[in-house]
């Protein structure tokens, strides 16, 4: 079970830092993906990284801003935002894939076990 939280209010350009934890397990032999969903819109990757090697993916619209990291320690994940945007405003899940291949890191059908989502809003 994941459980993804840290959403928060905030104003254009301040940050947030968000985390998935695994409970009951860990994330060895996974990649770890964030994935955004805003009021009508299609999900959106944000970022993955391959827990064995943390290697890491970017959507194209938060590379340069946003960093995702893994705490071997606390078997976490975390997403530092910063310099927010209003567009960046919405629900950010966290998923796991197995196996993780490069070419499907941005893939959300090879994601499972969604955690409930954090919601996000950045205000102009």
């Known amino acids: 079970q994941l459980q993804a939280c840290g959403g928060g209010l905030v104003q254009a350009g301040e940050s947030l830092r968000l985390s998935c934890a695994a409970s009951g397990g860990t994330f060895a032999n996974y990649a770890v993906g964030w994935f955004r969903q805003a009021l009508g819109k299609e999900q959106e990757f944000v970022a993955a990284i391959r827990w064995s090697t943390a290697a890491t993916y970017y959507g194209d619209s938060v590379k340069g801003r946003f960093t995702i990291s893994r705490d071997r320690l606390q078997n976490t994940v975390f997403l530092q935002m910063n310099t927010l945007k209003p567009e960046d405003t919405a629900v950010y899940y966290c998923?796991?894939?197995?196996?993780?291949?490069?070419?499907?890191?941005?893939?959300?059908?090879?994601?499972?076990?969604w955690g409930q989502g954090t919601q996000v809003t950045v205000s102009s």
């Open positions: 998923a796991v894939q197995w196996g993780p291949i490069t070419s499907t890191m941005r893939n959300k059908e090879r994601y499972q076990n």
